[in-house]
């Protein structure tokens, strides 16, 4: 029997694209799309290239009622905004609904830096406790058997895949770790504003948000200090780039010690990775086009020296909408209810 999917919120960018995923996995249909809007739309009117892709009773949004989801469904994803999501999972989890809650209201473990982080009191610190970092690469076990999955941010995805297995290693140091990241304005949400507006950022790049204090960068820090066994310190700048979808980092570390060697970070890659489906080491530099509209994260690395300095550079690169949102949002399901872990991906 599939699993059952129903997925609250799904009028924003990563609900149309879990829809499109969940429309070719093998072993899953979306049964029930919930909307909190008074006046409950029809999916297809708000993405017409959603039109005859759902019956027509699924394609009707009903009302955020996690008992009549619970009977509907066997999993429900959150594509809500972060503050309004904790609303919910405890009332979907305790109707016997598994949750996939791709905010970030439960992706930092520490309460009260997530209340520093997001200007808001957490009102569900009991389910926060049991969450699970969606992470496939560092937690699979842990999601294998999970209730609440917090599928991690966009940027966090991208960093954590390319420095993780270099600090597990003990190759670069856990200090001064500095990101410079791009994102696609997908990343921003459908909800308009003038920085996304066309007339504004059509052939435009830019910085943006508080330098060094972006609220990804706790949860990026937090990550790494799994990933490492050491607390990390990271300098991170967002960019936004004048395209709809994909994220590229370059990231900056210092050797743990003097006579490392370029092929010793390639193979602690490849360790790490070469049994991973979604993550792919290169040779040659990444490219936000060779992972566009697919799950895949392309790691490189290299080791740059200078008489006055040895620098390791990571270049890590993702789609932000697929890998860093619904895609891996999919993953987790899919290790939570036993399919394939590509199902649906590839």
């Given at each position: 029997?599939?699993?059952?999917?129903?997925?609250?919120?799904?009028?924003?960018?990563?609900?149309?694209?879990?829809?499109?995923?969940?429309?070719?996995?093998?072993?899953?249909?979306?049964?029930?799309?919930?909307?909190?809007?008074?006046?409950?739309?029809?999916?297809?009117?708000?993405?017409?290239?959603?039109?005859?892709?759902?019956?027509?009773?699924?394609?009707?949004?009903?009302?955020?009622?996690?008992?009549?989801?619970?009977?509907?469904?066997?999993?429900?994803?959150?594509?809500?905004?972060?503050?309004?999501?904790?609303?919910?999972?405890?009332?979907?989890?305790?109707?016997?609904?598994?949750?996939?809650?791709?905010?970030?209201?439960?992706?930092?473990?520490?309460?009260?830096?997530?209340?520093?982080?997001?200007?808001?009191?957490?009102?569900?610190?009991?389910?926060?406790?049991?969450?699970?970092?969606?992470?496939?690469?560092?937690?699979?076990?842990?999601?294998?058997?999970?209730?609440?999955?917090?599928?991690?941010?966009?940027?966090?995805?991208?960093?954590?895949?390319g420095i993780g297995p270099l600090l597990a290693k003990g190759l670069v140091e856990s200090y001064d770790i500095m990101i410079n990241a791009a994102s696609g304005v997908t990343g921003?949400?459908?909800?308009?504003?003038l920085m996304t507006h066309f007339p504004e950022h059509n052939e435009n790049y830019c910085a943006y948000g508080a330098i060094g204090g972006h609220r990804h960068q706790p949860e990026i820090e937090q990550t790494l200090a799994i990933m490492g066994g050491q607390d990390s310190s990271v300098l991170f700048v967002p960019h936004l780039l004048p395209l709809s979808q994909g994220i590229l980092e370059t990231i900056y570390l210092e050797p743990a010690a003097d006579d490392i060697e370029e092929s010793e970070l390639f193979e602690a890659l490849h360790e790490a990775y070469d049994d991973e489906p979604f993550v792919r080491v290169r040779k040659d530099l990444p490219n936000v086009k060779y992972v566009a509209n697919t799950n895949y994260c392309d790691v490189t690395v290299r080791m740059v020296k200078r008489e006055s300095f040895t620098r390791i550079v990571v270049i890590s690169a993702i789609d932000n909408m697929i890998k860093g949102a619904s895609g891996q949002a999919i993953q987790n399901m899919n290790i939570m209810f036993g399919h394939a872990e590509d199902a649906g991906l590839l």
């Open positions: 029997m599939n699993t059952r999917v129903a997925i609250v919120g799904p009028t924003g960018y990563t609900g149309l694209c879990l829809i499109q995923l969940l429309a070719k996995h093998p072993g899953a249909d979306v049964t029930y799309l919930a909307s909190a809007r008074e006046e409950l739309p029809n999916i297809s009117d708000i993405f017409p290239q959603l039109l005859d892709r759902l019956p027509a009773d699924v394609d009707r949004c009903k009302p955020i009622d996690p008992a009549r989801m619970a009977a509907e469904a066997d999993v429900a994803f959150l594509a809500l905004p972060h503050k309004v999501a904790m609303e919910y999972v405890g009332p979907l989890l305790d109707a016997g609904l598994k949750v996939v809650d791709l905010s970030a209201d439960y992706r930092i473990s520490d309460v009260d830096l997530y209340e520093k982080t997001y200007a808001t009191p957490h009102c569900d610190v009991e389910n926060l406790k049991h969450a699970v970092y969606g992470l496939p690469e560092l937690n699979r076990n842990k999601i294998a058997g999970a209730h609440l999955v917090a599928n991690p941010g966009c940027y966090p995805t991208a960093a954590a895949l921003a949400g459908r909800t308009p504003k």
